[in-house]
């Protein structure tokens, strides 16, 4: 059962054998148990935090938050504990706050060392960060898969959309993700629920900004909610609470929908409270045979063996473990033939957009809430258009009647409130950019085995920042908005760009890349590690490129074909 360990024998090696071990309990994490055990591999799920049972354990979702001692708020103390979190965005994401604020970590248990300012997002628990994802689900088309080639950056991705596409369709059926069909190549379209609805002011500004620029499209954002009841899973309640965990399924998570799966097949041993500190590289065979494991609550030390290990800890996480393994071997551990491994780090810089109001829509409201809002997809740098910077942007925002707090239940009450909210009121829009960062061989973390952790293990260093390419495109993202907006009918523009560090847009990537020759790459094609060949990385760390999508859905799909090509191996006797 999730959560469960007391199938795993702590003290016979031969017990603790399995198929596949899967290092990591989130997106890819769940996905990789999930295509594993329905192949029929007996499967290890190793999660270095604590067990979180689906609907138990979503601990505010029924409650508001004059139920909390602090009114939801994150207390004092909390904020001065953890630094880095507080600063940020995140934290105020949620009318429940305080009841989630243990999903995050512990900043003094696990501290890492900026040499430039980074936000790291870190959620040690069963289903990771599946549980607190902002679910925007894009498909990456050729343009990104190429764009590393064709602009002479980097390296070549191994891969192209032909080879993606498939296993696109397949993870967005089990997923659910409800978008639109807009037939655009840049965002190509895929399996989908049906379509949330833009509100009436969304529609207008979208069909004027489609008139003003012919390369501009602001469709409904494409989001793993379900607008349709999916296998057990109940549609999107729109109750909008979806850090809070949903008891519905409604939207997707290792907890509502791999894990089940997974669990169905009876090949499935879940260990919480494991931190897997390494894994056992063989130089006779150059494989792996297995991981070391420590006990996070008695901090002893255990081996698990297995044929196949699925590193799907996080990108950066991912490497810390890549880092820490076989280093008898390479001095910068497992992967780091090709100088690669902790470079290229790569996330999607934001933090910056506009807002106005727009009238002529009084008489308009809406009804109830929506899970989800607009994107303006890609236009920079496309089909003949020329930038001073590479690569391009896309935006995601709303809008709504002005005094927005009116809407917010927790926020008013009374007679007063329910007729405020029948009146005609003025409307706003407001968006903010999501920009490409190129992979930099510079932006770098390592290992500072000065600064230990709570349980004496070496942290990570993080050095990378934005360069020139993502500072000028920072510029044109608000000049562009601004643009769209006034072309729109928005008044009263105002601008913002807050200081943006990397890691702030919690989409870390390209630590350990994929690509076409071990020399200078970390993985190959199929994501295994070019120095140990059982060893598969799915998880953002594999990204060779980051485009200006959120990666979720590719991290799914890299997945899902990684595993059905690691057990087509393992049969074969190739690994």
């Known amino acids: 059962m999730p959560g469960d360990s007391t199938n795993v024998n702590?003290?016979?090696?031969?017990?603790?054998?399995?198929d596949a071990i899967v290092i990591g309990s989130g997106i890819s994490g769940g996905w990789a148990a999930k295509e594993l055990t329905e192949k029929g591999l007996k499967v290890l799920m190793l999660e270095r935090g604590r067990p979180h049972e689906h609907i138990k354990d979503y601990v505010s979702a029924g409650k508001d938050p004059w139920d909390f001692p602090h009114r939801g708020k994150a207390p004092l103390q909390y904020k001065k504990n953890n630094p880095v979190i507080s600063r940020d965005w995140a934290m105020y994401g949620t009318a429940a706050q305080e009841a989630i604020l243990d999903s995050w970590v512990n900043e003094k248990d696990?501290?890492?060392?900026?040499?430039?300012?980074?936000?790291?997002?870190?959620?040690?628990?069963?289903?990771?960060?599946?549980?607190?994802?902002g679910r925007q689900s894009y498909r990456l088309s050729d343009i990104d898969f190429e764009a590393n080639a064709k602009d002479g950056i980097a390296i070549d991705w191994p891969i192209r959309y032909k080879e993606m596409a498939p296993w696109y369709d397949y993870v967005e059926k089990f997923a659910g993700i409800s978008g639109s069909m807009e037939g655009l190549a840049h965002l190509p379209d895929g399996h989908f629920l049906p379509p949330m609805d833009l509100n009436v002011v969304e529609k207008d500004v979208a069909a004027r900004i489609k008139k003003q620029y012919k390369d501009r499209h602001m469709i409904i954002g494409r989001v793993a909610n379900l607008t349709a009841p999916l296998q057990a899973r109940i549609q999107c309640q729109y109750r909008n609470r979806c850090w809070e965990g949903c008891p519905f399924g409604g939207y997707f998570s290792t907890q509502s929908s791999t894990l089940p799966a997974a669990t169905a097949t009876g090949n499935l041993t879940v260990r919480p409270w494991s931190i897997v500190t390494k894994i056992i590289y063989n130089k006779d065979t150059k494989k792996a045979t297995g991981v070391e494991v420590l006990d996070a609550e008695s901090n002893k030390t255990y081996e698990f063996h297995s044929k196949i290990v699925f590193l799907n800890a996080s990108a950066l996480n991912s490497a810390w473990v890549l880092m820490n393994s076989a280093t008898d071997v390479w001095a910068d551990g497992l992967g780091s033939s090709s100088g690669e491994l902790g470079h290229n780090i790569m996330d999607h810089h934001y933090m910056l957009g506009a807002q106005g109001t727009i009238d002529g829509y009084e008489d308009k409201t809406t009804y109830g809430r929506r899970a989800n809002g607009f994107y303006i997809t890609r236009f920079a740098n496309l089909y003949g258009d020329k930038r001073d910077f590479l690569r391009g942007y896309g935006y995601q925002g709303s809008a709504s009647r002005s005094g927005w707090s009116r809407e917010v239940a927790e926020l008013n009450i009374g007679g007063d409130f329910k007729e405020a909210l029948t009146e005609p009121g003025a409307w706003s829009i407001g968006a903010t950019g999501f920009g490409e960062i190129l992979p930099y061989h510079d932006n770098k973390i390592s290992l500072n085995k000065n600064i230990k952790d709570k349980w004496g293990l070496p942290v990570l260093s993080m050095d990378a920042g934005l360069k020139e390419n993502e500072l000028k495109m920072r510029k044109d993202i608000i000049k562009e908005l601004v643009a769209m907006f006034e072309a729109s009918g928005v008044k009263n523009v105002t601008t913002w760009d807050k200081d943006y560090n990397i890691g702030q847009g919690i989409h870390e990537m390209g630590t350990a890349r994929m690509g076409n020759?071990?020399?200078?790459?970390?993985?190959?094609?199929?994501?295994?590690?070019?120095?140990?060949?059982?060893?598969?990385?799915?998880?953002?760390?594999?990204?060779?490129?980051?485009?200006?999508?959120?990666p979720?859905?590719?991290?799914?799909?890299?997945?899902?074909?990684?595993?059905e090509y690691a057990v087509s191996e393992l049969k074969k006797g190739n690994i």
Do not use: I
């Not at 295994?528 to 959120?550: E, K, P, R």
């Open 517 to 550: 020759d071990p020399k200078t790459s970390v993985l190959n094609s199929h994501n295994q590690v070019w120095d140990a060949l059982n060893v598969f990385v799915t998880d953002g760390a594999a990204m060779t490129s980051s485009a200006c999508q959120n």
């Open 552 to 563: 979720s859905l590719t991290y799914m799909a890299l997945t899902a074909r990684a595993a």
């Open 110 to 133: 696990c501290p890492y060392v900026q040499e430039k300012p980074f936000a790291w997002w870190r959620s040690y628990q069963m289903g990771g960060r599946s549980l607190l994802w």
């Open 10 to 18: 702590n003290k016979a090696t031969n017990q603790n054998t399995y």
